[in-house]
């Protein structure tokens, strides 16, 4: 990562560990850390044990890891269920917790609910996931427009934003001259294309690329169909840290606006 020209890493979805933490601290990498849960629906977060575990890894996360240097910002949640009344008070609640434990750092939760995410005056930073060019084919820059508006309006007024999640998937070695889906040519495009916006955005504070390597995910669920090879393939690098197109265009990007 570093060889790339990034400064910060987000370690999505669960507190990492120690040594990595102390590389960081070492190397001067910045650390987004948050905790455990992602993706859940209002139906899971109301499962009985959900709090108590969400309490549990904040406090675990907090108390092992508070002195580490490198940590400039605690989140929680990521895309979970924002839009609703009763996932709002859990919100509440692990903000309140993380504050309470720690008042020196701010919060924030990266958030796919776009339009209808009711927590944005709760946290210090706000923070959204935006995959333009891959899930949805649309103007960059018109979008992001109408995300920081809707931003301004909803409880973020001037607060901080960060692009806590952009990218697009592609399979490591397949090579397209027309730069079709899942080739290494159109992952590099869309990258550049989403970064060429975020990082020339006076608005925007950082950017986050999903993912520095491709990874392993389960069968289970809607999501199969579009993770091939049952891996999240939108690494920078694949699993073995072979580096694709994208990852030189991340790094030409990083340096030419980042650093």
Same mark, same amino acid.
């Given at each position: 990562? !570093?060889?790339?020209?990034?400064?910060?890493?987000?370690?999505?979805?669960?507190?990492?560990?120690?040594?990595?933490?102390?590389?960081?601290?070492?190397?001067?990498?910045?650390?987004?850390?948050?905790?455990?849960?992602?993706?859940?629906?209002?139906?899971?977060?109301?499962?009985?044990?959900?709090?108590?575990?969400?309490?549990?890894?904040?406090?675990?996360?907090?108390?092992?890891?508070?002195?580490?240097?490198?940590?400039?910002?605690?989140?929680?949640?990521?895309?979970?269920?924002?839009?609703?009344?009763?996932?709002?008070?859990?919100?509440?609640?692990?903000?309140?917790?993380?504050?309470?434990?720690?008042?020196?750092?701010?919060?924030?939760?990266?958030?796919?609910?776009?339009?209808?995410?009711?927590? !944005?005056? !709760?946290?210090?930073?706000?923070?959204?996931?935006?995959?333009?060019?891959?899930?949805?084919?649309?103007?960059?820059?018109?979008?992001?427009?109408?995300?920081?508006?809707?931003?301004?309006?909803?409880?973020?007024?001037?607060?901080?934003?960060?692009?806590?999640?952009?990218?697009?998937?592609?399979?490591?070695?397949?090579?397209?001259?027309?730069?079709?889906?899942?080739?290494?040519?159109?992952?590099?495009?869309?990258?550049?294309?989403?970064?060429?916006?975020?990082?020339?955005?006076?608005?925007?504070?950082?950017?986050?690329?999903?993912?520095?390597?491709?990874?392993?995910?389960?069968?289970?669920?809607?999501?199969?169909?579009?993770?091939?090879?049952?891996?999240?393939?939108?690494?920078?690098?694949?699993?073995?840290?072979?580096?694709?197109?994208?990852?030189?265009?991340?790094?030409?990007?990083?340096?030419?606006?980042?650093?």
């Amino acid at each position: 990562m !570093l060889a790339a020209n990034a400064n910060a890493v987000r370690t999505c979805h669960y507190p990492n560990d120690e040594r990595f933490l102390d590389l960081c601290d070492e190397r001067g990498m910045l650390v987004w850390e948050e905790n455990h849960a992602r993706g859940l629906v209002l139906k899971d977060m109301q499962n009985p044990n959900f709090e108590r575990q969400c309490e549990d890894c904040i406090r675990e996360m907090i108390e092992n890891h508070y002195n580490h240097p490198s940590i400039i910002i605690w989140g929680i949640l990521n895309e979970c269920a924002a839009e609703t009344p009763e996932g709002r008070v859990m919100y509440k609640k692990q903000f309140e917790q993380i504050r309470n434990s720690d008042s020196s750092r701010p919060v924030t939760s990266a958030t796919c609910r776009h339009f209808t995410d009711i927590t !944005l005056d !709760l946290e210090d930073v706000v923070s959204f996931n935006m995959y333009s060019g891959w899930y949805k084919d649309c103007p960059i820059d018109e979008r992001n427009d109408e995300e920081i508006e809707w931003i301004r309006r909803s409880g973020g007024g001037n607060k901080p934003i960060i692009v806590s999640e952009v990218g697009a998937a592609a399979i490591y070695g397949y090579r397209d001259r027309s730069r079709c889906k899942w080739s290494e040519e159109r992952q590099a495009d869309i990258i550049r294309d989403n970064l060429e916006v975020y990082m020339n955005d006076d608005r925007i504070t950082g950017v986050f690329i999903w993912q520095f390597a491709d990874c392993r995910v389960t069968e289970e669920g809607d999501w199969f169909a579009t993770r091939a090879r049952c891996h999240n393939n939108k690494g920078v690098v694949d699993e073995y840290r072979r580096p694709k197109e994208a990852y030189d265009t991340a790094a030409e990007l990083f340096e030419k606006y980042g650093r």
